[in-house]
């Protein structure tokens, strides 16, 4: 992970690989609220607010940056096949493995909603991968 996630503060923005700037507007328990903007975006312009778990944040940014940074756009490398809903599964599994060995219910919690995540991108590539 390029920051972890005990290191996510309120009010500070972190840059993803994909050419996001995402502003941190705070965090209950295990998740992270915040809002995004991209390249397309004027800056001060944010869009829709989300959360996710501070686990799965810390995950996707690369570092911190201004908040007025103007996002890098995604590299022009053709987007990854979608990984085998097997290999999610696999990742899950793992993760819940440590969710289940976690002491502390704040740990627990956070690898929970790690695998909630990674079995949500599992559901979305299997329906992606339906005949139509």
């Known amino acids: 992970m390029p920051i972890q996630p005990e290191d996510i503060l309120s009010g500070r923005c972190y840059a993803t690989a994909n050419g996001q700037v995402r502003q ?21 312009t944010w869009g829709p607010r989300k959360t996710v778990s501070a686990v799965n944040f810390a995950a996707t940014v690369v570092g911190e940056v201004a908040c007025d940074a103007v996002p890098e756009p995604a590299d022009a490398e053709p987007a990854p096949e979608p990984e085998p809903a097997a290999d999610h599964l696999a990742e899950a599994r793992a993760v819940l493995g440590r969710a289940a060995e976690a ?8 690898h929970l909603y790690a695998a909630a995540e990674i079995l949500v991108k599992a559901i979305e590539d299997q329906e992606q991968a339906l005949p139509r």
């Open 24 to 44: 941190v507007l705070g965090s209950r328990g295990a998740d992270v609220f915040y809002q995004a903007r991209t390249l397309a975006m004027a800056v001060g």
């Open 103 to 110: 002491a502390d219910p704040h740990d627990r919690l956070a």
